[in-house]
């Protein structure tokens, strides 16, 4: 009888991994078919499918050139070196910034000094203690588990990157000035969450929990000044459905967001698409009326695991990656 239990139970695991694999397989064909290209309008396009009037066609523009990023979770421009573009890998990694350029040339790598990467999702830029100085924050914000935990959020002075960086690698990094780490905490619960923001005129910090089985994203909010040596609480400010039929399956599971440069965007992604919110010309200074807004849908070409996406420095393009190697650049123009 024990040895036909463990025949049994062997069986099952076997039956459960193969099952995973089908899954992700399925997934996998779903998010590169057609069918959810031709979600968008008819309007021709490479990847097969349209765009919503306001925006160009997705467009491929590079390859990083850096292998070492491998599962690009997070990315946004750089305001002290333009032209510049920082992201990170997701967890398993260690504590590393990769700098490269819109051509995907590599332009050095960063270690943050005194930080640890246990799940790193999303990179974020704005200000900080210092004025006039532009500051990253990387969070450490995912919980697959949704075991009860303090968030980590790291945020460093943005390096000034030079020529001779670009020789820089993992092995013999560059190093950031220390890193200070901020510490939230959720009004009550656990959730996983991908998408950290950062106001840049306020400094107001922003997450956007990923949907699992809720049917809802929450966004809470740390409100400025973000201070060291304390535990500050987050507010829940709002809750967001995006749906997309038939889709929903993995519609609205955020992966991604910024904030563009002038403080009156926000960009979302999840596996299918963008999403972007617009704040009412009469909302004066309330920037969290922009969540009551409904967003734009965006497309973002063919992605093989879409969970990164930023605005140019100018604001007037929107760019993603995916994971893979080589990790892919692509741009949507914004078409005022």
Same mark, same amino acid.
């Given at each position: 009888?024990?040895?036909?239990?463990?025949?049994?139970?062997?069986?099952?695991?076997?039956?459960?991994?193969?099952?995973?694999?089908?899954?992700?397989?399925?997934?996998?064909?779903?998010?590169h078919?057609?069918?959810?290209?031709?979600y968008?309008?008819?309007?021709?396009?490479?990847?097969?499918?349209?765009?919503?009037?306001?925006?160009?066609n997705?467009?491929?523009?590079?390859?990083?050139?850096e292998?070492?990023?491998?599962?690009?979770?997070g990315?946004?421009?750089?305001?002290?070196?333009?032209?510049?573009?920082?992201?990170?890998?997701?967890?398993?990694?260690?504590?590393?910034?990769?700098?490269?350029?819109?051509?995907?040339?590599?332009?050095?790598?960063?270690?943050?000094?005194?930080?640890?990467?246990?799940?790193?999702?999303?990179?974020?830029i704005?200000?900080?203690?210092?004025r006039?100085?532009?500051?990253?924050y990387?969070?450490d914000?995912?919980?697959?588990g949704?075991?009860?935990?303090?968030?980590?959020i *790291?945020?460093?002075?943005?390096?000034?990157v030079?020529?001779?960086?670009?020789?820089?690698?993992?092995?013999?990094?560059?190093s950031?000035?220390?890193?200070?780490?901020?510490?939230?905490?959720?009004?009550?619960?656990? /959730?996983?969450a991908?998408?950290l923001?950062?106001?840049?005129?306020?400094?107001?910090?922003?997450i956007?929990?990923?949907?699992?089985?809720?049917?809802?994203?929450?966004?809470?909010?740390?409100?400025?000044?973000?201070?060291t040596?304390?535990?500050?609480?987050?507010?829940?400010?709002?809750?967001?459905?995006?749906?997309?039929?038939? /889709?929903? /399956?993995i519609?609205g599971?955020?992966t991604?967001?910024?904030?563009?440069?002038?403080?009156?965007?926000?960009?979302?992604?999840? *596996?299918?698409?963008?999403?972007? /919110?617009?704040?009412?010309?009469?909302?004066?200074?309330?920037?969290?009326?922009?969540?009551?807004?409904?967003?734009?849908?965006?497309?973002?070409?063919?992605?093989?695991?879409?969970?990164?996406?930023?605005?140019?420095?100018?604001?007037?393009?929107?760019?993603a990656?995916?994971e893979?190697?080589?990790?892919?650049?692509?741009?949507?123009?914004?078409?005022?």
């Amino acid at each position: 009888m024990p040895g036909m239990k463990f025949g049994l139970l062997t069986g099952l695991l076997v039956l459960i991994c193969l099952c995973g694999v089908f899954v992700h397989n399925h997934w996998a064909q779903i998010l590169h078919s057609h069918e959810i290209n031709s979600y968008f309008d008819d309007d021709a396009l490479p990847s097969g499918g349209g765009q919503k009037a306001g925006y160009g066609n997705p467009d491929k523009i590079a390859d990083l050139r850096e292998m070492a990023v491998r599962e690009s979770s997070g990315l946004t421009a750089s305001r002290r070196n333009p032209g510049i573009f920082w992201t990170h890998n997701d967890s398993g990694d260690g504590p590393y910034i990769y700098a490269f350029e819109i051509n995907g040339a590599k332009k050095g790598v960063w270690r943050l000094t005194g930080a640890r990467a246990r799940d790193w999702e999303d990179i974020a830029i704005g200000p900080g203690p210092k004025r006039g100085v532009s500051y990253l924050y990387l969070g450490d914000i995912g919980n697959n588990g949704r075991k009860p935990r303090e968030l980590l959020i *790291y945020r460093v002075a943005e390096p000034q990157v030079t020529r001779s960086d670009a020789n820089s690698t993992k092995v013999k990094p560059r190093s950031t000035e220390p890193a200070e780490v901020l510490r939230l905490a959720y009004p009550e619960g656990a /959730f996983d969450a991908e998408a950290l923001m950062v106001h840049p005129g306020t400094g107001d910090l922003y997450i956007v929990t990923k949907r699992s089985t809720e049917k809802s994203s929450l966004v809470f909010k740390a409100a400025a000044p973000l201070k060291t040596g304390t535990v500050k609480k987050l507010a829940r400010i709002a809750e967001l459905t995006l749906s997309s039929p038939p /889709f929903d /399956f993995i519609a609205g599971k955020i992966t991604g967001g910024d904030i563009s440069p002038d403080g009156s965007r926000v960009l979302l992604c999840d *596996y299918l698409q963008g999403y972007e /919110f617009h704040l009412p010309a009469k909302s004066g200074k309330n920037f969290d009326a922009i969540w009551k807004q409904d967003p734009a849908r965006i497309n973002l070409g063919t992605r093989r695991q879409g969970e990164a996406i930023s605005y140019s420095r100018d604001g007037r393009a929107i760019l993603a990656t995916s994971e893979g190697s080589p990790c892919p650049l692509i741009r949507v123009s914004i078409i005022d």
